[in-house]
Nanobody, 126 residues
Framework: QVQLVESGGGLVQAGGSLRLSCAASGRTFSTYIMGWFHQAPGKEREFVVAISRSGGSTNYADSVKGRFTISRDNAKNTVYLQMNSLKPEDTAVYYC???????????????????WGHGTQVTVSS
């Protein structure tokens, strides 16, 4: 069992930055691929980025490449999402999730993730 708690969301102007954190409980954090998803009102939950167990491999959605950076600290059971050059279309609830999948590149569907946080709201004003 893994419990995930996101933090760091808020209101920011377009072009600004935010850093999201996701703290995990349990001693098995390093055995999971970790991902971030976002969900805007009236839309489906969408993949943002995933990171491998060691942190050595990542996979980004095209919409955030070059602007967002995922990282993890297995000693602290925490995964981070640095979001730069934010756009109004980035406005959504951001969720972190844990997957027992084997290959980071292909772990992009919500159904592949077992554990989810409750989400943190990110609002980007124009």
């Amino acid at each position: 069992q893994v419990q995930l708690v996101e933090s760091g969301g808020g209101l920011v102007q377009a072009g600004g930055s935010l850093r999201l954190s996701c703290a995990a409980s349990g001693r098995t954090f390093s055995t999971y691929i970790m991902g971030w998803f976002h969900q805007a009102p009236g839309k489906e939950r969408e993949f943002v980025v995933a990171i491998s167990r060691s942190g050595g491999s990542t996979n980004y959605a095209d919409s955030v490449k070059g602007r967002f950076t995922i990282s993890r600290d297995n000693a602290k059971n925490t995964v981070y999402l640095q979001m730069n050059s934010l756009k109004p279309e980035d406005t959504a609830v951001y969720y972190c999730a844990a997957s027992a999948s084997d290959i980071t590149y292909y772990t992009t569907r919500p159904s592949q993730y077992t554990y989810w946080g409750h989400g943190t709201q990110v609002t980007v004003s124009s």
